[in-house]
């Protein structure tokens, strides 16, 4: 079985500062079609983002969606989302003492701190806009009241577009990584088999946990940094940087995750 497994935001989805190639999510569709390739999309996004990605890029529908920073996943069939509730329960098993409504009551209060729209939280994710200015003094406030208390991991990042300051606790077992590991374990396919592609922040833990990681050629200078640094540590790593001047295509977000595919014969070219 091939599984490609992709983010989505500056992955496969040219919404970034580079040149996108024209076609190239065209030609995405249609070599996983042809491939018959096993479709994971892995992102931040809630169902309603990640579906109006789908509209607006014209991407395909996945076979499964990693959706909400790994909290969630949803299987697409017959033009229906399904919850997957076996991860619900793995979550629960996993991380017993997890508790958003806990964690919501604790940092109430906390001054900077705003809880953000619901649509964006979820049972297994609690999240906030931080005052980014004073970040570090709101930061220290929350580990006080929550650091090692309810089997979770805090993750704090910057939204340079935004300026705003965004926050969100989760069960410690359900990240994009163990998200990931879940299915490829479900499905019956080895790590090595499974091929991740990513360009950012989060997709560093994914990118270094044994799976085939591809970064597209517009990756943040930090993840390189992150992933070279793991390489050096682990050369059992696979790893492939996209460069481009592949078949006409630059490296830059879908192109780039058709490169490491093609690298990693997933896709291959029939004579
Ligand atoms: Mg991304």
Not at 13 to 24: I, K, V
Not at 67 to 80: C, H, N
Not at 151 to 158: A, G, L, P
Not at 202 to 231: E, H, I
Request: include cysteine.
């Amino acid at each position: 079985m091939k599984i490609l497994a992709t983010d989505l935001d500056r992955t496969l989805l040219p919404n970034g500062s580079w040149p996108p190639d024209p076609g190239a999510i065209d030609l995405f569709n249609e070599l996983t079609e042809m491939h018959d390739v096993l479709v994971v999309y892995v992102t931040g996004r809630n169902l309603e983002l990640a579906e109006n990605a789908i509209n607006e890029y014209g991407i395909r529908y996945p076979h499964v969606l990693i959706g909400d920073v790994g909290t969630s996943i949803r299987k697409y069939e017959q033009g229906e989302w399904s919850s997957h509730n076996g991860w619900d329960a793995h979550v629960k098993q996993s991380s017993p003492r997890w508790d958003a409504d806990a964690v919501r009551s604790v940092v109430a209060g906390i001054d900077g701190l705003t809880e953000q729209e619901r649509e964006h939280c979820g049972p297994f994710k609690q999240s906030y806009y931080v005052d980014h200015d004073r970040n570090e003094v709101i930061l220290k406030a929350v580990d006080e009241r929550v650091k090692g208390k309810f089997d979770e991991v805090i993750v704090y990042s910057f939204d340079s577009q935004s300026g705003k300051g965004l926050l969100d606790f989760l069960p410690h077992s359900a990240t994009k990584q163990t998200a990931l590991e879940y299915i490829a374990d479900e499905l019956g396919a080895n790590k090595a088999d499974v091929v991740f592609c990513g360009d950012s922040g989060n997709d560093v833990f994914p990118l270094t946990a044994g799976f085939s990681g591809v970064l597209v050629r517009n990756a943040d200078d930090q993840l390189v940094a992150n992933v070279k640094q793991s390489f050096d540590a682990n050369p059992e790593l696979r790893v492939y940087f996209a460069k481009g001047d592949f078949k006409g295509l630059s490296g830059y977000y879908t192109s780039g995750v058709i490169e490491g595919a093609y690298h990693y014969g997933i896709f291959y070219d029939a004579d």
